[in-house]
């Protein structure tokens, strides 16, 4: 649900209620209540506080990725997140686009991966 | 060299959650030499092959995408960069405690391996990790070696 998932992905953050309410604009007392479910907050709102968080708005709505999406073709830079060692800098586009590339590497593989699974249980 | 304990017990535990291995030479820009994508609920993990050219590196980029995937520590490409550096720093620690587990390292500083170069020998891990660990322990943590 939308509250639990505010909640998780501000603490994973390492932000306070009140720190995410200033950087979306509402008060504390407003934001406290999308996380206990007592207000829901417009679609801006979720833009802001996805943007916040770091996260993808589509994951707070519970919105799958669309069926190519899924299939892995024509991912975007909302369909993954990522991690590294030993990156000294910034991305640069081509790192970006690198990650991309990856991302639409793995979607394949996984959907190849799907097909061997049902592929070996065929009832 | 045998493989290590840690790099099997790494590599077994990644497998067990499903994730896929990926290897090539990509060449970040950034400089990294692996990195993990999550993509639904799948975890990728590419190891870039011109740039890991040693089990001690091999070592040290899977035990930090394992500490990623295992506490689902990753983060989107425009993430602001307290996001990201909160993700890596919790990284670090993590990778520091499977890496360079405190009770050892005091047991080797007592045993009277000191020096950062003898600490790196000993554990086989780079000299900046040792650093990373002694500067964890001794910090946030307020061990000491003694």
Not at chain 2, 107 to 134: D, P, W
Request: charged share 30%; proline share 3%; aromatic share 8%.
């Amino acid at each position: 649900m939308l509250k639990d998932k505010l909640r998780k992905a501000r603490k994973d953050a390492g932000l306070t209620q009140k720190q995410v309410a200033v950087a979306i604009g509402v008060t504390e007392s407003a934001y406290c209540g999308y996380e206990t479910g007592k207000r829901q907050p417009d679609a801006l709102k979720i833009k802001q506080i996805a943007e916040v968080l770091g996260i993808s708005g589509d994951y707070l709505l519970d919105i799958d990725a669309p069926e190519s999406a899924q299939d892995g073709a024509g991912l975007t830079f909302d369909d993954f997140t990522y991690a590294m060692h030993g990156a000294s800098g910034d991305l640069t586009e081509r790192d970006k686009q690198l990650l991309l590339d990856m991302a639409n590497q793995l979607a394949a593989a996984n959907r190849e991966r799907k097909k061997n699974a049902s592929g070996e249980n065929p009832d | 060299m045998p493989v290590e304990r840690i790099l099997i017990e790494a590599y077994a535990d990644l497998l067990r959650r499903g994730v896929i291995f990926f290897s090539g030479n990509y060449r970040f820009d950034a400089g990294a030499d692996a990195c993990t994508i999550k993509y639904g609920d799948t975890f990728g993990l590419f190891l870039d092959s011109g740039r890991i050219k040693t089990p001690r590196q091999e070592k040290e980029a899977v035990v930090h995408e394992w500490v990623h995937i295992a506490g689902d520590a990753t983060y989107r490409v425009d993430a602001p960069p307290a996001i990201r550096q909160k993700a890596e720093e919790s990284a670090r620690r993590d990778e520091i405690k499977k890496l360079l587990p405190f009770e050892r390292m005091r047991g080797a500083v007592q045993n009277g391996i000191t020096q950062i170069y003898e600490l790196s020998e000993f554990f086989n891990v780079s000299e900046e990790k040792v650093r990373m660990a002694i500067d964890y322990y001794t910090g946030p943590c307020g061990l000491t070696f003694g």
